[in-house]
């Protein structure tokens, strides 16, 4: 600026050409180094042909045109830096999931031990509340264990002997008795660490549109140029036909190509950023507007991750009020998993009294002297309610039965329930041509009942954290695919994909940070809504493209033929500028979600007369 100042002011022609000087160094040092670097790796990319522009321009002794062209392409590479910094800090906070401590076992003895200590083959004693310090299988003892950190299942799991159990799970009621299974390098949660760092790692060698393109490019500009210079020097001037492939080079610059995509992604991203959607970068944007398969989490992303009151089975004389009455009255006294669910099914209850917690089992206490228990089928005796039993395991629910003085009065079903957009949104990315897939680690009869709900053919249940990164392995070879998880066991499925999808702001730091793109909302109508914006604006990122490749094949035959001279080319391009960068606005623009009306309740709503 202070350049054209001096020249536009008619000073001294030395301090003018010396403040362009500065201004070369200072914008070349931006992206000249790195480029250099990459050179000798054996990389080409945007950043050769704009060295080899600004050297050419030198050359020709227009020190002013190369300023421009390196602070214009400065600007480019700030831009897209701007646009694609990620912060993933809560990776490694992920391991903080595991214990700092362990009691084993040894020589007859409980010993407290760090549990990188723990041995193949020993016994672990976890208490209820604790958390599993690694994998390993159950020798004794029944509990309810809450494995939403590894497995998503937001339901509690029965766990007896023989059962594997992983780190990170909590304990509910039972003492356990684990023999470990798995050192501490090696469990549950450092092979999810391990998966998404391998994984981001392959992401990160991944180039961008633009080098994409130049790699072809500068090799052939350069050979085009050397051979205007040989070429033309053997048939008439050597001055004259070096000079003009030396502006042969400028005009192959891709100027208004290295500008175009950043300026889309930075308008692009904005504009999502306004409507609840962070998209990390240009890479994220791109691979958001390719992607054609979509693979879904359940637990917390197709469901609200709140289980709640589906269905209350009578027996004969008894209302569902009795039935959900006990089972608040049991349940008001506890810390069992199911509790939060039966309670907000129930206006009002009154606490039972001598309740007591049977691990693996259920609850028993009493209520105005009368004995009551509830529990899974099987400790309780469902009599006359097992076809209802039957029905709601069917329907994907848990069933627990309420007995009364030594007969069962009643079942109730609970389930984590659909959002009540998932339909919509389903059936609305099918109808735009995307296939959907339902991924999870709870049971398969829950998932495909789920599933049937929401409109979805494609169901993998029964799933470890590892087993959903391979699947998702397995989708990406016949389509681009993005996952869309919330938790921390989605996090190789999110690494592992295409582009991975974070849902809601205030799901796991893990998930957010390895995911490219967060729905910041809970909403999941903000996916249709990012995909529609994503194709948008990669579509105007393809207009920005095509018109600087179109400038570039128009420039060189007339810079060949000397029709046009450096300082028009260096105009031309800084035109074309300045068009492109009007056209990646427009990215910045979001279009408003069309108008949608609520879906109809699903089949399996929760029961009327219940509060969630």
Not at 163 to 188: K, W, Y
Request: negative net charge.
């Amino acid at each position: 600026m202070a350049a054209l100042i001096v020249r536009v002011g008619g000073g001294p022609d030395a301090l003018g050409v010396g403040l362009e000087a500065v201004a070369l160094i200072v914008a070349g040092y931006t992206f000249v180094p790195a480029t250099l670097e990459r050179l000798v790796r054996g990389g080409i990319g945007v950043g050769t042909l704009m060295t080899i522009a600004a050297l050419g321009a030198v050359l020709l002794g227009e020190v002013g045109e190369a300023a421009m062209l390196a602070f214009l392409f400065a600007i480019s590479e700030g831009l897209e830096e701007y646009a694609v910094t990620r912060t993933r800090r809560g990776l490694r906070a992920l391991l903080s999931l595991v214990p700092d401590t362990a009691t084993v076992l040894r020589d007859g003895r409980e010993q407290t031990v760090p549990p990188a200590d723990l041995a193949l083959g020993e016994v672990m004693i976890v208490k209820p509340g604790e958390r599993i310090a690694t994998d390993g299988i159950v020798r004794s003892g029944r509990t309810a264990l809450d494995t939403s950190a590894v497995t998503g299942e937001s339901m509690p799991v029965e766990a007896g002997p023989g059962d594997e159990v992983f780190a990170g799970s909590i304990n509910g009621t039972g003492v356990l008795e684990v023999e470990v299974a798995a050192g501490a390098q090696d469990n549950s949660l450092a092979r999810i660490v391990r998966i998404v760092e391998a994984e981001q790692s392959r992401k990160g060698d991944a180039q961008r549109l633009a080098d994409r393109i130049a790699t072809p490019l500068v090799p052939a500009v350069m050979v085009a140029a050397a051979a205007i210079a040989v070429v033309g020097s053997l048939a008439g001037d050597p001055r004259v036909w070096i000079e003009r492939a030396l502006v042969v080079l400028v005009a192959a610059s891709p100027c208004a190509l290295a500008i175009a995509i950043p300026v889309t992604v930075v308008a692009a991203v904005g504009a999502a950023s306004r409507f609840g959607v962070l998209v990390k970068g240009g890479a994220a944007l791109e691979a958001l507007g390719r992607i054609r398969g979509i693979a879904l989490d359940k637990t917390g992303t197709l469901t609200r991750n709140r289980p709640a009151v589906l269905d209350v089975a009578t027996a004969e004389g008894t209302t569902p009020h009795d039935v959900l009455a006990v089972a608040a009255a049991l349940e008001a006294r506890s810390e069992h998993p199911l509790a939060p669910a039966i309670l907000a099914a129930v206006d009002d209850y009154v606490p039972a009294e001598q309740v007591d917690a049977v691990p693996g089992a259920g609850l028993t206490g009493r209520i105005a002297g009368a004995p009551v228990r509830l529990g899974r089928p099987g400790w309780i005796d469902a009599g006359p309610l097992a076809a209802d039993i039957e029905r709601m395991q069917h329907a994907g629910a848990t069933a627990v039965l309420v007995e009364r003085e030594g007969a069962a009065i009643g079942a109730v079903a609970v389930r984590d329930e659909l959002r009540a957009e998932a339909r919509e949104v389903v059936a609305g990315l099918r109808r735009d041509g995307y296939t959907v897939a339902m991924l999870t680690g709870d049971h398969d009869r829950t998932a495909r009942a789920l599933a049937a709900d929401a409109g979805i053919d494609e169901v993998h249940a029964d799933l470890r954290p590892e087993d959903k990164a391979r699947l998702v392995e397995t989708l990406r070879a016949t389509r681009p695919t993005a996952m869309v998880g919330d938790g921390v066991n989605d996090a190789p499925a999110l690494a592992a994909a295409d582009l991975g999808i974070a849902m809601g702001a205030m799901g796991s730091d893990v998930a957010i940070d390895t995911a490219d793109v967060a729905l910041m909302g809970e909403d999941l109508r903000h996916l249709p809504r990012a995909l529609r914006h994503a194709r948008r604006s990669r579509t105007i990122m393809l207009q920005n493209v095509g018109l600087s490749l179109a400038i570039i094949t128009v420039l060189m035959p007339l810079a060949l033929f000397g029709v046009l001279g450096l300082a028009a080319v260096v105009l031309v391009h800084e035109v074309a500028e300045i068009v492109v960068i009007a056209n990646g606005v427009r990215a910045g623009r979001a279009r408003s979600p069309t108008a949608t009306a609520r879906p109809a309740p699903t089949a399996a709503e929760p029961i009327a007369g219940t509060r969630s």
